[in-house]
């Protein structure tokens, strides 16, 4: 007997459901990237490009991105309080503002240590701040008592899920294409993801009848579908909402009695249209027709992974519960005490995003300026990718709309499909994957989030300076094309 | 149909194995001793105290312990780089080393931002880092690639958990009482957890007949049991294992063909005995064995919330596998993959942990002394409340051996179990509960963390300064014993 049979654990006995999983967002091109860097890194010179360009993951600070002054510095002082024994150096020498002082004080006073766990739902004070903000956002009233503070929005994700799924027949709305977190987390759970499609020829629009379509095939199957998730703005799509969609997505829901995850991790990443969100409208909704939306329940989450704020690492978000049975939110307090509380410093972090300096406060011109020069930063390299793709056989993009991404239709020729084949991979994986071995540039195959039968795409994000990346993906098309036309 | 019975989600129909998990570290207790210090916030002078001591959970920096100033130090460049523009003022004005500004310079060099993803088992010099400390610490190799940082312990032992669970049959051997994230976490993945007895006899001493016994038992009834944990040292009890008794349980292992974890979060909170790690133990068997032990798997975890480092609210830790076949490692990655990594801020606080200050550095003695004050206060505690139960009747508790809790036996009269019974509560839960209402003391009852029947017990934490709140329970004891004798 070999010492490899003897093992306990082996790929055919392990968790099924972990092995069902699938997450190309870090799948095997990513690794691949990872091996290329570190093979660059140790001064290899056989490779045909010179750097890695990781376009398969929203890592603003990976790239380019500067971390936020001020929310940085605030941090700065929560990881060594003693630095605030020296206010006169902080402020004379170091740059630091009276209000930044002040907030890491107030942060402090109300976490104590950062190294100390906080409350399983995070700092009360944090909550509240999370909650005054929500009402200054929507005009409506917002309960610290119903926010829960999460290790990213992920976390967030995983926790709803472990509610909301009650075994193999629970059923969750899901949008195709979509972020594969959620296709993930559903196979570990073993429930079922119920896809709906979004509508391509209208710029990955949101359409009711496709939602229906979804629900009902699955129903018909005997599928419990409890929930739909809303990725809005949309990843990978980068589509808003409009209200009107939103209120049919809020009335379908309560017709059907499905709970609504709303992730609304791009608020502010909004080129097109105008960020709306599920709260203020579902609370619009029960002010003008009493009693009728009151049993709908919904769960907002946001991050501060994304947006201008981009800190990925800090791993800190929140969840906002509306209509949540209390016996059913103790079972999620419970839930996430399991594993004690969210990293503190993404909790400050949070509440830095939600409450950040203010007109006429010391730090506000400088976050202000770097705040604008992010955006635009993000929607000048955006549009320049959209229009290297315009200009790209075969290949067709909607204009940016927001989120860090753009989902190109890409159509290559049948001797490529064909070539994939003989591989065994798909299509749009193999041409990632030669892009890759070519230029060095990362993207995620549209199989990782899913797509129409017989179409094809990739995500790109457009977080990476330059444009030589841009560059070199055209050239490798019209190479990828010219070679299997 | 009220609003409430129209909602999707209610407690009977949310995933059942939620709903059965237990955590107790966080249950009813520890929330209303939260009530209890809002209260005492507000200036409500009705309580019976004027101040409520969490003794329920191992959370150093939320009693009196201050973090360590090397880390701090490091922590505070990582998060404002900018920092390190002004390196004069932060030497001769701050207090900061040069060895604190090279090791966050070099922390940046590799992690990048700590505001961007790391790479999802970890930055990789990290790894490295964990790797060399280990081979310091066993005298043994480490290789980085079978390393993977997680959001403290907890995150490491629920993703081992989820990878070898297989269904509902899956029996894993957990020590009783335990630390409840184990039960738990088998509850949430309705699986197995195949209890074992420590010897209370025997100062919580790890049975081996009584593993055998458990494992037998379960196998009898149709359980597959393929993995045993063990925390070492002990939490509740502070026991630790001796070489030859940790020699048994991998041999034990090794007939057995079960998966081997090691929780050693405790392992620098040694008072009485010596930590000895199992990857040492397990590597010398195999290397006195040529052959034999190949095929044993161990997993070992680490983390930063516990020994001097304390720094629970960062949610650093880290996993170590030995023997794991390279596909199941694969799968271990993708699950980790899903919600992308652990926080990188904690992933540097594991690196500064693992590679602390050497004698000679410029931080060495302050580093040593704050280490050796905080190792010496922890002692000192533990045997002041240690000596104030012995003078308690009816208590029984071995002498402190090292985590940081003691899990004293408590008789109690039958007036008072029949009281309790009257409640619906069990007796520990009842002398508990009775105890926070009359001193503002949160204790964790012992079935918290599973007893033999029959007996009682509470965990306390030996954290709390002072001496004044063991006195408080002295008193209470007194009392709760004179009115139901």
Known sequence: MSSTSARRLNID????HVREAKYAVRGELAVKSEEYRAKLAK????????????????NPQQLDQKPITFFRQVLSLLENPLLLQHEEVLLNQLGYKTDVIERAKWLLSKAGSVGAYSAS???PAIRQSIADFLE????????????????????????????????????????IPQ???????????????????LDESQNWGTDLEAIKKGCADAKAQGVDVRAIVIINPGNPT???????????????AREEKLVVMADEVYQTNVFIGKFVSFKKVLRTLQKENPGKYDSVELASLQSVSKGMVGE??????????????????AEIYKFVSITLCAPVIGQCLVEL????????????????KEYNGIFNGLKERAYALWRAFEKMEGVECGEPQGSMYLFPTVKIPAKAIEAAAAEGRSADEFYCLRLLEATGVCLVPGSGFGQKEGTLHFRTTFLAPGTEWVGSIVKFHEDFMNKYR
Request: with cysteine; hydrophobic share 35%; proline share 9%.
């Open 136 to 175: 200054r956002r929507d005009g409506f009233p917002a309960n610290e008592a119903d926010i829960y503070l999460s290790g990213g929005a992920s976390s967030g994700v995983n926790t709803l899920l472990h509610i909301i799924c009650e075994g193999p027949k629970t059923g969750i709305l899901v949008p």
């Open 121 to 123: 739902n995070g700092v």
């Open 13 to 16: 006995n392990i968790n099924p």
């Open 179 to 197: 972020y594969p977190l959620y296709t993930a987390s559903l196979s570990v759970l073993n429930a079922t993801c119920v896809p709906y499609y």
């Open 43 to 58: 001064g290899d010179t056989d490779l045909p490009f010179t750097q890695v360009i990781s376009a398969n993951i929203g």
């Open 238 to 252: 980068g589509a808003s909402l409009s209200e009107a969609d939103i209120r049919s997505v809020i009335d379908f």
């Open 312 to 329: 990925c690492g800090h791993r800190g978000g929140y969840f906002e519960l509306c209509g949540f049975d209390p016996k059913v939110q």
């Open 353 to 368: 995003m939600v409450n950040p300096p203010k007109p006429g406060d010391p730090s506000y011109e400088l976050y202000d």
